[in-house]
């Protein structure tokens, strides 16, 4: 499960590896924590929004619910792999 914790951890990850300056410039200043807690946030909000629209799709769809299930199983895995690609990229 994709928690906002494991998310920032993976953007300080993603920052050192694409970016290693301004990775050392962040942390040398103390604010390497907060803009990876606030890239995550941002990142959880799109995932959540996301997932709530597929969500309310899966509840008005005519599909058989075996389908609405896997449909909304699916588009939960893409909310999460967007959401990691807002987060990681730099």
């Known amino acids: ?4 914790r494991l998310l920032v951890e993976m953007v300080k990850e993603a ?3 694409y970016d290693l300056e301004q ?5 040398a200043d103390g604010s390497l924590d907060l803009v990876a807690k606030l890239r ?3 990142a959880i909000d799109t995932r959540d929004h996301l ?3 597929a969500r309310d799709e899966a509840v008005t769809s005519s599909l058989e619910p075996i389908e609405r299930v896997r ?4 588009k939960n895995r893409q909310a999460n792999e967007i959401a ?3 987060a990681t990229e730099f």
């Open 1 to 4: 499960m994709l928690t906002k």
């Open 15 to 17: 920052l050192r590896e």
């Open 23 to 27: 990775y050392q410039c962040l942390k």
């Open 40 to 42: 995550a946030e941002a």
């Open 51 to 53: 997932m709530s629209l």
């Open 71 to 74: 449909q909304q199983v699916m």
């Open 84 to 86: 990691i690609a807002q």
